[in-house]
C-alpha cells in the first residue's frame, strides 16, 4: 500500500523559536547523539526509510528525531502521552521538518487519531514508548504492518506489551528492547526518573520531602531511583513490592518494606512505578492520613485507580494548576498529582538530556543495526546488542573527560586462566 | 576408587567448646538454614552422599557443614585460603563429626595437603570458593573426579575459573554457579562485603574513614558494597574500573571516577575488590602519599603485586599486628593489611550470618537439586534454578518479619496483557 | 508624626482568587501557626500596633501577615527582594486588607519606594528580612524610627547589618535575632534552602544532578542544607569556606574543600549561600568549565559579581525563562541562573511551608514577647527566649504526631549531682 | 603539703614494646600534636608543674601525657573507666616516665586507689575526662585540692558534672569546657564516637547492619554521629530524645523518632549515647523482640540498668568475650555488650587518633592558657579562647593539605556594613 502521508498537527507554530532554544539548551547535554548526527549527515544510512517514533514530544525526543532525519530518514512522530507534549518543541520540530502529530492535552481521541496518522505513513521502523504503536500494528491496525522491518521499545512497560505478544505467537517482526540496555534502563530510569519525578513533586506542590515518609511503590530501577532521591532529600522511605528479591534488596538498603495496606497509613508522599495496574486503590485511600499526596511516574495512568479516587470523594478542589484535592467521607484529604499520569513529564520535563543521551544513542543505534540484520532475526524481543552498549558507555565517559583502566595482557590472560588458584 | 578417609587435622581440638559457642551464636542470625536442618534431620537426601567443601572455615562455614551432616552426608572440610580459618571453629566441627583439614596460617604446602586430603575422599558434590578443588580435579588429582556428580561455586573469582574450563571445553560436570543466584550475589558480595571489608581495616588499624579518600577498584557487587560502606563512613570515594558501564554508574552514583595511575596519587586507603591480578602494582606505589593503606577483599591475594612492594621497599615494620609497613625510596611509607590476603576474611570474620544464611541455603538447596538433576545436566556452568533463589528470598523476608504484597488475579491479567495501552 | 497609610500596590488584584488558593494550600503545612491565629482573633495582642513587614511576598508570608493582621495588628508589607513576589498572593493579601506594596520584577526604584511606603506607616514593629526597612531607618528614614518599639530579623546577611549597627553604637532599638533560634536557623536555612535551591536549579535547567560536580560556596547551615541535597541527589559536592573549623566539618562531611581559584575549574554547577560578596568574580569565571551554571542563595544578589560577568562575555543568550547564557572569550559558556538573585525565591518558591510555620511562628512569638517587654531590653541584638524556641518545637512534634520521651525524677537529679561518678 | 609520687602500677611493664608500636602508629596520625611536641621540647612551658590526667588510657592519650612531659611537665596518669586502659600503652608510658596507674579489668576500688594516687601528687592542672578526679577534689580529696590552678574537662558527662558543683557555688578553681571547643566535640564526639561505636559493635558481634533497625538513644553529637554511621551502614535508624529542638532535627534528618516504649519493640540494636541515667531499664527490656542487642557509649556506665536485666534474666551465657546474653522470662534473649561500659573504648580503640589529636592539641594549648590566665579567671566553667579552637582547625588543615579562601579587603568591609541592602 502507498503510504499517506498527513501534515503535521501541533498546537501553535508561533512556539517553534521558542522550541527551538529549549531543544538547543537540551542539545548542550547531549554531545554523543550529536556525534552521531554529524555522521549521519554526511553517510545518510537512514535514506529512504519511514521512521514512526511515538514518544513523549520533549526537547530530546526532537532531538532524536532530527538526529534520524540527518541521517536520511522520513521522520513521524507522535505522542505517547496525551499530557506530555512540550508544544513549543512539536511546531520547532514541525519546522524543521519532521512530520509530528501531538498537541498538550488533546484528549484519547485525539491520541489515538495521531497514533494512527504516524501509522498510515506505512514506516521501516518503529520507535516506541509504551508500544501504543506496536499495540495497533497488531490489532486495529495490522494493514499498517506489511512494511515494518521492525521496532524497538524504550519503556519496561512496553516491553511487557511485547513480551506477551511474543508469548501469545503474534509478533511480526522483531523487536530491540532498547530499556533492557545496561545503558538505558541502568541510567535512564535509575538516575533520570529518580530525579525527575521528585523534581514535578516539589514543582506542583512544594511540599518538603525532609522528615516526610514517602512510599515508594516498586524497587525496580525506576523505584530504586525515585527511593534513593527521596532519601537524598531527608525522606523516610518505605517499599511495597511483589518481587521477594527486590524486596529483600530494599530492606538491605535500609528502606522499610511492607504491605500496601500497611505502608498506606503511613505514608505523607505516594509514588507508583511498578508498570502494574491500581497499585493504590479505594482500600488504600480510605487509609492515608489527612494531607497524603498520591502520583504516579509508571507509564500508564493505571497504577493509581483514579477513578475510585473520584468515586469516593465527597469534595473536589484544585489548589494548584495540577493539583487536585480530594476529600473523603472519613473527612481526610487526598491530594492526585497530575490527575495519576506519568508526574514526571506531566509536571516537570522528563529524564534530563545527558541521560536522554544515552537512551536515544541506543535507539538510533539500534535502527542502524537492525536495518543491517533485522532480515535475519528471528520475530521475537532482541536485547541491543552488548558492543552498542558498551560502546555508548565508552562515549559518555569520553564526553565526561572520565578515563579508565584497560586490561593488560597479563591481566587478561589470568582472567582466562583456571589453573592459577591457591592449591 | 576406593575413598580414603583422612582423620580430621585441626590446630587445637581443646578450642571446640570455644568454637561451639562462637558457632551458635552465629546459628542465631542463619535461621533458614536451621530450618533446613530441622527437615533434613527427618528426610535425610544426602544419605550415603560425600560432600566435598573448601570454604573459609567460619561459623557459618560450620553451620552449612553441619546442615549438610544432618542430612545424611558425610562432610569433608577444608579451607579456602591459609589465613582465614577460626581454630576453634574447626575444632568444634571436627568434634561434630565433620572431616575438617585447616589450620590458621598454614603455609602453602599444607593448604594444599590439605584440599588432596579432601578429594582423596572422593567426593560426589563439590562446593568450591575460589575453584581451587575443582581446578585440581581438572589438573593434579582427575583421578578423584570419576565420582563427581556436580560442583558448586561460591565467588566470582571461581566462577571465572570454572568459566575458563567450560570454554576450553575441559569441564568435567556441571556446576552451578551460585554466586549468580540473585539472593547471593546481590546480598552477600555487597552488603556483606561492604560491610566487612571496613570493618577488617578498622580492626587493623583504627583510621579514621570520615575525611580521608578511599579508592575502590572494581565496582561489581563488592566494589558498590565497599563504596557505599565507605562513603557511608564519611570517605570521599573514588574508583576504578575496566568496565564502561560499570564506570559510568559510578559516575552516577557520585564517586569520583579514574585511572589508577591517577588515583594512586590521592588515595589514603585503597581497596581492590577486581577479581583480576597486579591492580595496584610497582608504579602505583611509587605514587602514592605518605601513610597510604592498601589491602585486598578479592578472594584471592594477587590483586596487590606484593612481592613488587616488599622488593620497593628500603624497609619495613610491622605496627601492628596484620599491619606491615614498608618504607619507599622516596621516602613514603605504604601500609599493607593481611598481606594482600582477603581482608575481610583475614582480618575480621567474613560476611555477617544473616547473609551467609542466604549464600549457604543456595547450596545446600542447590546440592539437593542437583543430586536429582545432575544425571540430566551439561557439563557446563549453570545457573541455580530461579524458583529456589525467589524461594530463599521469600523464607529470608519471612524470617524478618516482612510482608510483601501478592500480585491480584486482575493485575496478573494486566501484566500478561498487551491490548490496554494509551491508544 | 502621623502615620501615612498608602493604598496597597500590587499588579493585578484579578490574581487575588488564585493567591487565595496557593495560600490555603501552602496553610495546610502550617499547623502551628494557624493555632496561633486562633488564638490571636480571640486575644487581639497586636491591637492598635502598626507592623511593617519586608519579606518575600510569598504564600507562607501572607499567613503571616493575616496571622498578625487577627491579632489586630494594621500591617503593612513590601518584598526583600525585586524578584521574589508572587502577584497572586500580593493580591490575595491585599484583598484581605494587608497594605501590600510590592510588584513582581520591580526596578530598584519601585522596590525602595516601597520600602518607603511602609515607614511612612510609621510602624511600632519591623520584620525584617535582609534588614533593608531597618538600614533605611538608620539612614535615610531616621524619620520614621520614632514610633519603633523594636525589630526581628530573619536572615543570616541582615543580623549581620544588624550587628554592624550594633558594633557602631548606632542601633536606635532592641532587635531580635530570629534567624538564631534554633527552631529557625536549624530548619529553615538547612532543610529548607537546601531543597528550595536544588529545586530552583531543576527547574530553571533540568539538569541531571547525579554524577556533576557541585561547588557550595559556604558551609553555613545553607550551605551544609545544599551540600547536603546536592549529594542526596548524586552529586561529587566541593564547599569553599573561609572559616577554619566550617572548611574541617565539610572535609570529615566526606566533601572535596579547596578554595576557589581551584573548584571553578573542577565545578559544573556553582551554589554562593555565604552572606559575602563577589564570592565568584571575573578570575574565577575565566576558569570555569564549558556548560559551567552559576547561581546565588543568599540574600542578596551580591555574592556572584554578574557585572564582570556581562563584562567579560562576548556573547548573550537567553535560552530559558531565567537562564542566562554567556560565552566568553575563551568561548566557554557560562550558564546565569536568575540573573543572581536568591535563586530558591526568584525560580522556585522558597522555603516550604512546614518550615516557614516554625520561622514565622517565632516571629509572632516573637513580636508579642517585645511588645511586653521592649521597653526593658538594651538596644542591641538579642537571642529569641530559649523557651519560645523549645515551645515551637514542641508544637511541631505534636503537629507531626511526633512523641518523645521525658525526664523523670530519678534523670534530673542525677543530671544535677556532681558527686556520682566511677570514682 | 608536699606531694607524694607513687610507683607506677601496670599490668606488665613486659609489654612496654607492644605499646610503643601501637603509640607510634596513632602518632602517625597526630601531627598537629606532634608539632606542640617540637616547640614544647625546646620552650619548656610546663617546667616545674605537675598535671594530672585521668583519661582512658589509649594511644592517643598515651602521647598526649608525652608531650606535656616534653614540655617539662610531670605526668601523672590514670584511667577514666575500669576496661579501657591498654596494658601495653600503660606500660610504655611508665617506661617513658609518665607516673601510670591503671590496668585493664581492674575493679572499682583498684580504679578509686589509681585516682587517689594521682591526687597525691597535688597536680597543679588537672585533665579530666568525665570529672573523676575534679569530683574527689570537691569531695573526699579537698585536702589535694590546694595546688590545682585550674582544670580542664573532655566529656559532656564531666562538663555536666562540673556545671553542678558550679550551680552549687562549690567549684574551687576555673575548669576549661575542653568538650566544648568547635574543633572537639563537633569532631571528636561526632565523626569519632559514630565510627568507634559501630566499630566496637561489629567486633564484639559481627552482626549485620544493613537491614537492621538501629536506636539510638539520643541526638547530641555523639548521637548525630552515631545515627549517620548506622544509617551509612544501610540501617533504618530510629531516635529516641528529650529535648524538642533535637528531636526536631533527628525528624528533618529523615530518622524516625519516638518515645523508647514503642523503640523499644522495634530495635535490633540500641545505643545509648545520652549522659543521662537508666536511659534503658526494665519495662524496655520486657518490649525488646528476640535477639535485641544493647550497648553503651555514654561515659557513665548508667544509661542501661544492667543490674535490673540481670535480674530479670533467668538464663545467662557469654557466646563471644565482651557478649553477655540473658533470657528473660517471655523466652526472649538480650545481648549485652561489654557489660554496659563505653563500648567504644572497652571493645574498640576508642575514636581515631587523627580526631584526639585536636581534641588532645585543644587539652595541650588549654595547659598553656591556663598556666598563664587562671590567675584572673573566675571559678567556673569558661569556653576555651575561641583563637585556640580556630588555630587548631587550621593546624589540621594544612595537615591535611587542604587549602581554604582568605577574606578579601572588600569583603571584610562589605561584611562590617550596614548600610549596603537593596533598598
Known amino acids: 500500500m502507498t503510504p499517506t502521508i498527513h501534515a503535521s498537527e501541533v498546537a ?8 527551538e532554544g529549549l531543544c538547543d539548551w537540551s542539545a548542550q547535554s547531549m554531545p554523543i547523539l550529536a556525534r552521531l548526527r ?221 504491605e500496601m495496606d500497611r505502608a498506606a497509613e503511613l505514608g505523607d508522599l505516594f509514588i507508583t512505578v511498578t508498570s502494574s495496574k491500581n497499585v493504590l486503590r479505594a482500600e488504600h485511600f480510605a487509609l492515608m492520613p489527612d494531607g497524603a499526596i498520591v502520583c504516579n511516574s509508571g507509564h500508564f495512568d493505571v497504577e493509581i485507580d483514579v477513578p475510585a479516587l473520584r468515586a469516593a470523594a465527597r469534595k473536589h478542589t484544585r489548589p494548584r494548576p495540577g493539583v487536585d484535592q480530594y476529600t473523603l467521607a472519613n473527612g481526610r484529604r487526598i491530594t492526585l498529582l497530575a490527575g495519576g499520569e506519568v508526574v514526571n513529564l506531566a509536571a516537570a520535563e522528563g529524564n534530563p538530556a545527558t541521560l536522554m543521551d544515552m537512551s536515544f544513542t541506543n535507539q538510533v543505534l539500534g535502527c542502524e543495526y537492525l536495518l543491517r540484520n533485522a532480515a535475519h532475526m528471528d520475530r521475537r524481543v532482541h536485547a541491543l546488542p552488548a558492543d552498542i552498549d558498551d560502546h555508548v558507555a565508552d562515549l559518555k565517559l569520553r564526553t565526561l573527560g572520565v578515563g579508565i583502566d584497560t586490561l593488560s595482557e597479563e591481566q587478561i590472560a589470568y582472567l582466562r586462566s583456571w589453573d592459577q588458584g591457591s592449591a
Open 12 to 19: 501553535d507554530m508561533g512556539l517553534a523559536d521558542h522550541g
Open 38 to 258: 554529524e555522521r549521519y549527515a554526511a553517510e545518510k544510512p537512514f535514506a529512504g526509510r519511514r521512521i514512526a517514533i511515538a514518544v513523549h514530544i520533549t526537547t530530546e525526543t526532537a532531538n532524536l528525531a532530527l538526529t534520524l532525519q540527518a541521517g536520511g530518514a522520513e521522520v513521524f512522530l507522535c505522542a505517547s502521552n496525551v499530557r506530555t507534549t512540550n508544544d513549543a518543541v512539536a511546531a520547532y520540530a514541525a519546522r524543521q521538518g519532521v512530520h509530528v502529530h501531538g498537541i498538550q492535552g488533546e484528549d484519547r481521541e485525539t491520541y489515538a487519531a495521531h497514533c494512527h496518522r504516524v501509522l498510515d505513513a506505512r514506516p521501516h521502523l518503529v520507535i516506541d514508548d509504551g508500544a501504543d504503536l506496536t499495540g495497533l500494528l497488531h490489532g486495529a491496525r495490522t494493514d499498517a504492518a506489511s512494511d515494518v522491518v521492525a521496532g524497538l521499545e524504550e519503556t519496561t512497560a512496553g516491553i511487557q506489551r511485547i513480551r506477551s505478544l511474543e508469548a501469545d505467537g503474534l509478533l511480526r517482526y522483531p523487536v530491540i528492547a532498547v530499556n533492557e540496555a545496561r545503558t538505558k534502563h541502568l541510567f535512564d530510569n535509575r538516575y533520570g526518573t529518580g530525579q525527575s519525578t521528585m523534581d514535578a513533586v516539589l514543582r506542583l506542590t512544594n511540599t518538603l520531602v525532609a522528615g516526610s515518609r514517602v512510599v515508594v511503590a516498586g524497587y525496580g530501577m525506576c523505584g530504586k531511583g525515585v527511593a534513593a532521591r527521596a532519601r537524598g532529600m531527608g525522606a523516610d522511605v518505605l517499599v511495597t513490592e511483589v518481587d521477594h528479591v527486590r524486596a529483600l534488596e530494599a530492606v538491605m538498603d535500609g528502606y522499610r518494606v511492607m
